[in-house]
């Protein structure tokens, strides 16, 4: 579930200051008025918290670092562990 930041039109807002966080499912309609105050609020995009953005393919030792079981493709339908 995605992050949303939300952005009054006008910051500080006396209620919601520079902006609130909101969870919210990927489907889910973005809010446009703050629920606190009433003010219109623009959605920034999506932060992930807990998931770094990955740009590349970990390495076998990053993934295992990570818990991951590495499985080498030794032939077609058999692996292997590394
Ligand atoms: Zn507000």
Redesign the pocket.
């Given at each position: 579930m995605p992050l949303y930041f939300y952005r009054?039109a006008k910051t500080p807002?006396?209620?919601?200051?520079q902006g609130?966080e909101r969870w919210e499912k990927a489907g889910d309609p973005r809010l446009t008025e703050?629920?606190?105050?009433?003010?219109a609020?623009s959605a920034q995009l999506p932060v992930s918290v807990h998931t770094p953005k990955q740009t590349r393919k970990p390495s076998v030792s990053e993934a295992k670092n990570a818990g991951f079981t590495v499985l080498k493709r030794i032939s077609s339908g058999e692996y292997e562990k590394q």
């Open positions: 009054p807002c006396r209620l919601c200051g609130f703050c629920e606190k105050c009433g003010q609020v």
